[in-house]
């Protein structure tokens, strides 16, 4: 299940093609417009790393971090490899973190994340919040996003693709490049695992949520009071 914006909107998308340099002071969508944006959840809102190396480090004595957390698939680093863990291994490190309440409790990745998608929506956005966890995982990321008053108008689970949104910030590389690549404006939000992955122009490249609230200026608040 996805949102599919109206062609209204997805018909005046920023091209692809025409980019954003380090010096750019916004993006190229039309700040006018209503747009349909779509915000990942883990690397994103929810800091999932510290969970993902305690949950090897527990499970398999494997630390990812001694392979600098460079590699997006597991089955790449040598240690996961060597251990011979299974699909079933590594999926059962994550639905433990992704169903855990208590984790969830916790504040997010970047707390300017809210106040950047609370101004979107008040300038009239729309901002859905759409992951690839399971459904199994509704409730925990429901809580995570009520607890830290992270607002959002649809919460959009097990999407393979994130595509047909405005403006997406993931920071898994294959979907900012599918994104990209299907006309949306695509924020790679920069993690270990995706430093390979050349987000100059679009995908571009983001560190924190000061840097993603400057492309939707002047809707964005001021990172200061
Ligand atoms: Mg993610």
Redesign the pocket.
Known sequence: MRTTPNTERTGRVAEPTRGWGPTHSGSDLDQGQELAIAV?????LFDHIPYVLRGFRDAHGIDLADEGLRYWDFFQYQAVREAGLTEECVRSVLDRIETDPALHERGPRDPFAARVMDAWKQAGHRVDVVTARGEISREVTRRFLRTNEIPYDELVMEAETKTGWDLLV???AHNVLAAADDGSTALLMDQPYNRDVDAQGNPHRVHDWVEVARLLEPAAPSPTP
């Open positions: 990942d959840v883990d690397g994103v993931d920071d898994a």
